[in-house]
């Protein structure tokens, strides 16, 4: 199993900044990629960005310029660095990531999800 614990969400105003932290434990032997999705009320989740182990990064053409992806590999967290938001931007925040796991019998890929936190961007 592998647990993703997201924390930095919050309110602020418009053109203000958060930044997002997601760590993933367990017993991990790699990661493929982590990145964050969102979800508005009465939409789809939607992917924000990704950040793959090759170095491959993806944003969404809403968040480009605005949002920033990292990852500390050491660590097993990624973060996301939110500048310039914009009311429509409010959403649940979710970190997922992807990888590799040692089980008893043997490794084993994983795929999870944070719980979510929540993000308001308004005056």
């Known amino acids: 199993q592998v647990q993703l614990v997201e924390s930095g969400g919050g309110l602020v105003q418009p053109g203000g900044s958060l930044r997002l932290s997601c760590a993933a434990s367990g017993s991990i032997l790699s990661i493929y990629a982590m990145g964050w999705y969102r979800q508005a009320p009465g939409k789809q989740r939607e992917l924000v960005a990704i950040?793959?182990?090759?170095?491959?990064?993806n944003y969404a053409d809403s968040v480009k310029g605005r949002f920033t992806i990292s990852r500390d590999n050491a660590k097993n967290t990624v973060y996301l660095q939110m500048n310039s938001l914009k009311p429509e931007d409010t959403a649940v925040y979710y970190c997922?990531?992807?990888?590799?796991?040692?089980?008893?019998?043997?490794?084993?890929?994983?795929?999870?999800w944070g719980q979510g936190t929540q993000v308001t961007v308004s005056s």
């Open positions: 997922t990531a992807e990888g590799r796991i040692a089980t008893i019998r043997a490794p084993a890929d994983f795929g999870s």
């Open positions: 950040n793959h182990s090759d170095g491959t990064i």
